[in-house]
Nanobody, 127 residues
Framework: QVQLEESGGGTVQSGASLRLSCAVS????????MAWFRQVPGKEREFVAA????????IYSDSVRERFLISRDNYENTVDLQMNNRRPEDAAVYYC????????????????????WGQGTQVTVSS
């Protein structure tokens, strides 16, 4: 059984840093495309970042590029999202996702192609 469990969410001031972690069981993160998405109530799910299994290539949405960093720990079987210089608009529920068979380098940002999802962790930014 595959399980993805996010942690690290909370409330911090605007401009501060926060690190989210996704602990994975039932699959090896080094063999899957791993990604982070976020969603605000009433809005569609939004792509944040993804990392490929083959060459560790990472992609980011325009809104978080140069502020967030996705990384993978193959030994711990976790995927982290380092969030720096956070802004009020970064407040959302953040979800970790894993997929493989239907994803390519060019489609890593497409949430509909991911097979496994976590329950999410809430991130709030105070001004």
């Amino acid at each position: 059984q595959v399980q993805l469990e996010e942690s690290g969410g909370g409330t911090v001031q605007s401009g501060a840093s926060l690190r989210l972690s996704c602990a994975v069981s039932g699959l090896r993160v080094r063999r899957y495309y791993m990604a982070w998405f976020r969603q605000v109530p009433g809005k569609e799910r939004e792509f944040v970042a993804a990392i490929s299994w083959s060459d560790d290539r990472a992609i980011y949405s325009d809104s978080v590029r140069e502020r967030f960093l996705i990384s993978r720990d193959n030994y711990e079987n976790t995927v982290d999202l380092q969030m720096n210089n956070r802004r009020p608009e970064d407040a959302a529920v953040y979800y970790c996702a894993a997929g493989w068979a239907r994803i390519t380098i060019t489609t890593m940002s497409d949430g509909s192609l991911y097979d496994y999802w976590g329950q999410g962790t809430q991130v709030t930014v105070s001004s």
